[in-house]
C-alpha cells in the first residue's frame, strides 16, 4: 500500500498498551501507510533472528499464539525445497503461506492470529484460530483499517472509539452472555470471528470469510477412520482394557474403540502442546478436565510438571481433596494459592483492566490468583477449557440427553440415573419430547434454544433502558443438528460459553506474560469427539463417559469417579454477605452506579443476597460494568493504567484501507 507513514507516537503508544503480552522484545515497521507494533513473548527459539515484525521474501508477519505442529510442517516444506533461516514456527507460518496460499491455515494444529502483509499482491491477509483461542480486534475509521490483540490498544491511539454499545451490554445484563457474535461492549470496534480470515487491499476492500466450521452428524466410522490418519506418526499409547473398573460397563462394544482412540488424540493434543523453550506447567482445579492433562503430562515429562491450583476452605468451594490427590498421584511440583476476600477489593481495576470488556463472574478472581501464582515460574500453561462442552460434562446437558432419548422412545433405562446426578425431575422433559415425536412434521413446534427477544434488566435507569429496547434484541441461532445435546454442545462451544472463557483466560493469563494451551481444543480431537454417539458421552448418570474410560489408568481413581462439577469456583455469595459486604455496598451505591442503574432496585438486589438469595454472579456483573465503565468509558485506565504484579505477541497495526 501507498501513502504517508504512520505517526510513529501512535505504534509506540499501542505497543506500550501492550507490553504486558511480550515484554521480551517490541519490533516496528512503518512504511508506505503500514504501520505494524510487535511485543514478543519468546516462547519458541529465543533468539533475536526471530522477532517480528518477521521479513520471509516478499512477506512481513507479526503473529500472536503458537503452530503446535510446526515441526511436522517444516519438515514438508524442507520435502518441497524451502530453506530455513530461524527454528521458530513463525517462519513456519509464513513459509507455509508460501507454499500453499491462504489454504495453509488447513494444515495449521495451533492457536494463532496473525496479520501477513504481501508486499508482491499489496494485500494483507489476517487470521485468526478455529476456536478463537488468540484474540484479534479491528476498527475501520475514515481511510484506516486498524487492528490489535486486546481492545485497550485501539481505544488508546482513538478516545473517540470508547462508546458503550448498549446491545452488548443489555445482552450481558440480562443473561451474563458476550463475546459471542461480532461485537463487542464498544461501537463500531469489532472481534474477527473465530475460524475466520479477511483480507484487505486498496482495490479489493475488506473481505471476511469463515474458513472452519464444525460438521454436523455422528458418523463414528468416519471419525475413527480420520483421527486414525492424523496420528500417523504420532507415539503409541497404552491399549485400554476391555472393561473398566472403576465404572459400570458401557453396552457398546465399540464405546471401547472410541475411548482408545481419544486417549490417543488427547495424549497428541496434550505432547505438540508441551512443546517450548522455556518452563511449560499445568493449571489444576481438581476437576477431570484439568487433571487429565496433569496426568497426561506428567507421563510425557521425565521430570515433575508444575502444578497451579486456588484453594478455598469453604465446603461449597473446595476442591483440596481432588488437587491433593492429582498432585501426589502424579508427583507434581505443586503451588497452591489461597485466595483471600480483601485481595479481590485489590484486584478487581486490575484484572477488569486486563478484560477490556465486563466479566461474567467472581471466578475469574480465582484464575486470576492462579496465574498470578504461575507468574515467574513458568511462561507456558496448559488447561482444560473446552473439556465440558466436547464431552457434555455440565449437569444441565442431562435435559438435553433426555429429551433425545425420549424422542426415540428410549428414555426409561437412563432417566432415574439422570435425575438423581442432576437433583430434579425430567418427567416433563421426557413427556414433552415423546409428544411432539408423534406429531406430523408441519405441527412441530421448532424447539428454540434461545426464544426470542431478550428484555434490559428492570433495575437500569429508564434512559438506557430506552436505549435498549431500541436495538435488535434477537439472539444468535443455533444450527441445526441431528440431536438436541449435539445442538447444544456445538453452540456452546462456538458461541455461548467457550468464546467468552477464552477471552477470560487470554486477558488473565497474558496480564502476568503467560501463555495458555488449550489441549481440548485440538480441532482433531474436537471433530473426532462430535462423531461420537450421544451415549459415549453420557451414560446412565455418568456425564464426560467416554473421557473418563480413555483416561483410567492415567488420572487417580478419585477424579475418574468424581460426579459433582464446580470449576474454579470462588466463595462470592458468602464474602458479599461477610468480609466484602461493606465494600459491594458501597460500589452499589455511588454515583457511579446510580447513573446507570436504580438505587432502589439494585439495594432491593444486594438486601435479597444478604437474606439468603443467591445474587452473587448478577452483583458481580453489575460490579464489573461499573468498573469497565470507569476505566474505559470515562478513560480513567488510560490516565493511570492498573498494573498487574506481572504479562505473547502482540498485534497493532494501521493501514490505510480504500
Same mark, same amino acid.
Given at each position: 500500500?501507498?501513502?504517508?507513514?504512520?505517526?510513529?507516537?501512535?505504534?509506540?503508544?499501542?505497543?506500550?498498551?501492550?507490553?504486558?503480552?511480550?515484554?521480551?522484545?517490541?519490533?516496528?515497521?512503518?512504511?508506505?501507510?503500514?504501520?505494524?507494533?510487535?511485543?514478543?513473548?519468546?516462547?519458541?527459539?529465543?533468539?533475536?533472528?526471530?522477532?517480528?515484525?518477521?521479513?520471509?521474501?516478499?512477506?512481513?508477519?507479526?503473529?500472536?499464539?503458537?503452530?503446535?505442529?510446526?515441526?511436522?510442517?517444516?519438515?514438508?516444506?524442507?520435502?518441497?525445497?524451502?530453506?530455513?533461516?530461524?527454528?521458530?514456527?513463525?517462519?513456519?507460518?509464513?513459509?507455509?503461506?508460501?507454499?500453499?496460499?491462504?489454504?495453509?491455515?488447513?494444515?495449521?494444529?495451533?492457536?494463532?492470529?496473525?496479520?501477513?502483509? =504481501?508486499?508482491?499482491?499489496?494485500?494483507?491477509?489476517?487470521?485468526?484460530?478455529?476456536?478463537?483461542?488468540?484474540?484479534?480486534?479491528?476498527?475501520? @475509521?475514515?481511510?484506516?483499517?486498524?487492528?490489535?490483540?486486546?481492545?485497550?490498544?485501539?481505544?488508546?491511539?482513538?478516545?473517540?472509539?470508547?462508546?458503550?454499545?448498549?446491545?452488548?451490554?443489555?445482552?450481558?445484563?440480562?443473561?451474563?452472555?458476550?463475546?459471542?457474535?461480532?461485537?463487542?461492549?464498544?461501537?463500531?470496534?469489532?472481534?474477527?470471528?473465530?475460524?475466520?480470515?479477511?483480507?484487505?487491499?486498496? +482495490?479489493?476492500?475488506?473481505?471476511?470469510?469463515?474458513?472452519?466450521?464444525?460438521?454436523?452428524?455422528?458418523?463414528?466410522?468416519?471419525?475413527?477412520?480420520?483421527?486414525?490418519?492424523?496420528?500417523?506418526?504420532?507415539?503409541?499409547?497404552?491399549?485400554?482394557?476391555?472393561?473398566?473398573?472403576?465404572?459400570?460397563?458401557?453396552?457398546? @462394544?465399540?464405546?471401547?474403540?472410541?475411548?482408545?482412540?481419544?486417549?490417543?488424540?488427547?495424549?497428541?493434543?496434550?505432547?505438540?502442546?508441551?512443546?517450548?523453550?522455556?518452563?511449560?506447567?499445568?493449571?489444576?482445579?481438581?476437576?477431570?478436565?484439568?487433571?487429565?492433562?496433569?496426568?497426561?503430562?506428567?507421563?510425557?515429562?521425565?521430570?515433575?510438571?508444575?502444578?497451579?491450583?486456588?484453594?478455598?476452605?469453604?465446603?461449597?468451594?473446595?476442591?483440596?481433596?481432588?488437587?491433593?490427590?492429582?498432585?501426589?498421584?502424579?508427583?507434581?511440583?505443586?503451588?497452591?494459592?489461597?485466595?483471600?476476600?480483601? +485481595?479481590?477489593?485489590?484486584?478487581?481495576?486490575?484484572?477488569?483492566?486486563?478484560? =477490556?470488556?465486563?466479566?461474567?463472574?467472581?471466578?475469574?478472581?480465582?484464575?486470576?490468583? @492462579?496465574?498470578?501464582?504461575?507468574?515467574?515460574?513458568?511462561?507456558?500453561?496448559?488447561?482444560?477449557?473446552?473439556?465440558?462442552?466436547?464431552?457434555?460434562?455440565?449437569?444441565?446437558?442431562?435435559?438435553?440427553?433426555?429429551?433425545?432419548?425420549?424422542?426415540?422412545?428410549?428414555?426409561?433405562?437412563?432417566?432415574?440415573?439422570?435425575?438423581?446426578?442432576?437433583?430434579?425431575?425430567?418427567?416433563?422433559?421426557?413427556?414433552?419430547?415423546?409428544?411432539?415425536?408423534?406429531?406430523?412434521?408441519?405441527?412441530?413446534?421448532?424447539?428454540?434454544?434461545?426464544?426470542?427477544?431478550?428484555?434490559?434488566?428492570?433495575?437500569?435507569?429508564?434512559?438506557?433502558? =430506552?436505549?435498549?429496547?431500541?436495538?435488535?434484541?434477537?439472539?444468535?441461532?443455533?444450527?441445526?443438528?441431528?440431536?438436541?445435546?449435539?445442538?447444544?454442545?456445538?453452540?456452546?462451544?462456538?458461541?455461548?460459553?467457550?468464546?467468552?472463557?477464552?477471552?477470560?483466560?487470554?486477558?488473565?493469563?497474558?496480564?502476568?506474560?503467560?501463555?495458555?494451551?488449550?489441549?481440548?481444543?485440538?480441532?482433531?480431537?474436537?471433530?473426532?469427539?462430535?462423531?461420537?454417539?450421544?451415549?459415549?458421552?453420557?451414560?446412565?448418570?455418568?456425564?464426560?463417559?467416554?473421557?473418563?474410560?480413555?483416561?483410567?489408568?492415567?488420572?487417580?481413581?478419585?477424579?475418574?469417579?468424581?460426579? =459433582?462439577?464446580?470449576?474454579?469456583?470462588?466463595?462470592?455469595?458468602?464474602?458479599?454477605?461477610?468480609?466484602?459486604?461493606?465494600?459491594?455496598?458501597?460500589?452499589?451505591?455511588?454515583?457511579?452506579?446510580?447513573?446507570?442503574?436504580?438505587?432502589?432496585?439494585?439495594?432491593?438486589?444486594?438486601?435479597?443476597?444478604?437474606?439468603?438469595?443467591?445474587?452473587?454472579?448478577?452483583?458481580?456483573?453489575?460490579?464489573?460494568?461499573?468498573?469497565?465503565?470507569?476505566?474505559?468509558?470515562?478513560?480513567?485506565?488510560?490516565?493511570?493504567?492498573?498494573?498487574?504484579?506481572?504479562?505473547?505477541?502482540?498485534?497493532?497495526?494501521?493501514?490505510?484501507?480504500?
Amino acid at each position: 500500500m501507498q501513502g504517508q507513514p504512520i505517526e510513529p507516537s501512535r505504534l509506540h503508544g499501542m505497543g506500550s498498551l501492550l507490553a504486558h503480552r511480550g515484554p521480551d522484545a517490541q519490533g516496528i515497521y512503518n512504511q508506505g501507510g503500514l504501520g505494524l507494533v510487535h511485543r514478543r513473548l519468546s516462547i519458541i527459539d529465543l533468539d533475536a533472528r526471530s522477532e517480528q515484525p518477521m521479513r520471509v521474501e516478499h512477506c512481513l508477519l507479526i503473529y500472536n499464539g503458537e503452530i503446535y505442529n510446526y515441526l511436522e510442517i517444516r519438515a514438508v516444506l524442507e520435502g518441497l525445497g524451502h530453506a530455513f533461516r530461524t527454528e521458530s514456527d513463525s517462519e513456519v507460518l509464513v513459509r507455509a503461506y508460501l507454499q500453499w496460499g491462504r489454504e495453509c491455515l488447513q494444515h495449521f494444529n495451533g492457536m494463532w492470529a496473525f496479520a501477513l502483509w =504481501d508486499e508482491q499482491k499489496q494485500v494483507l491477509w489476517c487470521a485468526r484460530d478455529r476456536f478463537g483461542v488468540k484474540p484479534f480486534y479491528f476498527a475501520e @475509521v475514515g481511510s484506516e483499517f486498524r487492528f490489535a490483540s486486546e481492545p485497550k490498544a485501539l481505544l488508546g491511539d482513538d478516545p473517540g472509539l470508547r462508546r458503550m454499545n448498549p446491545r452488548a451490554l443489555g445482552r450481558f445484563l440480562v443473561e451474563s452472555i458476550c463475546d459471542d457474535e461480532e461485537e463487542t461492549f464498544f461501537a463500531g470496534l469489532k472481534p474477527l470471528p473465530a475460524a475466520h480470515h479477511l483480507w484487505i487491499s486498496r +482495490e479489493g476492500g475488506l473481505h471476511t470469510q469463515r474458513y472452519w466450521a464444525l460438521a454436523p452428524g455422528h458418523n463414528f466410522e468416519a471419525g475413527l477412520e480420520l483421527a486414525s490418519v492424523r496420528l500417523q506418526g504420532a507415539p503409541s499409547v497404552p491399549a485400554l482394557s476391555f472393561a473398566d473398573p472403576q465404572l459400570p460397563a458401557h453396552p457398546d @462394544v465399540s464405546f471401547y474403540t472410541a475411548a482408545e482412540a481419544l486417549r490417543a488424540l488427547l495424549q497428541d493434543a496434550v505432547r505438540l502442546r508441551l512443546r517450548s523453550d522455556v518452563p511449560v506447567g499445568t493449571c489444576l482445579s481438581g476437576g477431570m478436565d484439568s487433571s487429565s492433562i496433569v496426568s497426561i503430562a506428567s507421563a510425557l515429562n521425565s521430570t515433575p510438571i508444575r502444578t497451579f491450583s486456588s484453594e478455598y476452605s469453604e465446603p461449597d468451594c473446595s476442591e483440596s481433596d481432588y488437587i491433593r490427590a492429582v498432585v501426589e498421584g502424579c508427583h507434581t511440583q505443586a503451588t497452591r494459592v489461597i485466595p483471600r476476600p480483601e +485481595e479481590l477489593i485489590e484486584a478487581m481495576a486490575k484484572i477488569c483492566w486486563a478484560q =477490556d470488556e465486563p466479566s461474567g463472574s467472581a471466578t475469574l478472581f480465582t484464575q486470576w490468583k @492462579v496465574m498470578q501464582s504461575a507468574h515467574n515460574q513458568v511462561k507456558v500453561l496448559l488447561d482444560g477449557q473446552g473439556g465440558d462442552e466436547v464431552f457434555a460434562g455440565y449437569l444441565p446437558y442431562l435435559e438435553d440427553y433426555i429429551w433425545d432419548l425420549a424422542w426415540q422412545g428410549k428414555e426409561k433405562s437412563e432417566l432415574a440415573a439422570s435425575e438423581e446426578l442432576a437433583g430434579r425431575s425430567f418427567a416433563k422433559v421426557a413427556g414433552k419430547a415423546r409428544w411432539q415425536s408423534r406429531l406430523p412434521g408441519f405441527l412441530r413446534k421448532a424447539e428454540k434454544l434461545r426464544p426470542d427477544p431478550w428484555k434490559p434488566p428492570a433495575y437500569l435507569q429508564a434512559g438506557l433502558r =430506552d436505549g435498549m429496547l431500541g436495538v435488535d434484541r434477537s439472539r444468535t441461532p443455533a444450527r441445526n443438528w441431528p440431536d438436541r445435546l449435539s445442538r447444544r454442545l456445538a453452540h456452546d462451544l462456538t458461541n455461548l460459553s467457550i468464546p467468552q472463557l477464552l477471552r477470560y483466560e487470554d486477558r488473565n493469563s497474558m496480564a502476568f506474560s503467560l501463555e495458555a494451551r488449550t489441549p481440548f481444543l485440538d480441532y482433531r480431537l474436537v471433530e473426532f469427539a462430535f462423531s461420537l454417539p450421544s451415549q459415549y458421552k453420557i451414560q446412565h448418570g455418568w456425564t464426560k463417559r467416554v473421557l473418563r474410560t480413555a483416561v483410567a489408568g492415567l488420572a487417580p481413581p478419585e477424579i475418574i469417579t468424581r460426579r =459433582d462439577k464446580k470449576g474454579y469456583p470462588t466463595p462470592a455469595v458468602h464474602w458479599y454477605r461477610g468480609p466484602l459486604k461493606d465494600w459491594v455496598g458501597d460500589q452499589l451505591n455511588s454515583q457511579s452506579a446510580r447513573e446507570w442503574f436504580q438505587a432502589e432496585r439494585l439495594d432491593r438486589l444486594f438486601r435479597e443476597h444478604q437474606a439468603g438469595t443467591d445474587h452473587s454472579w448478577e452483583i458481580w456483573r453489575v460490579l464489573s460494568v461499573l468498573e469497565w465503565k470507569r476505566l474505559f468509558l470515562s478513560g480513567e485506565g488510560f490516565a493511570d493504567p492498573p498494573r498487574s504484579s506481572g504479562a505473547a505477541a502482540v498485534a497493532a497495526a494501521v493501514p490505510p484501507s480504500p
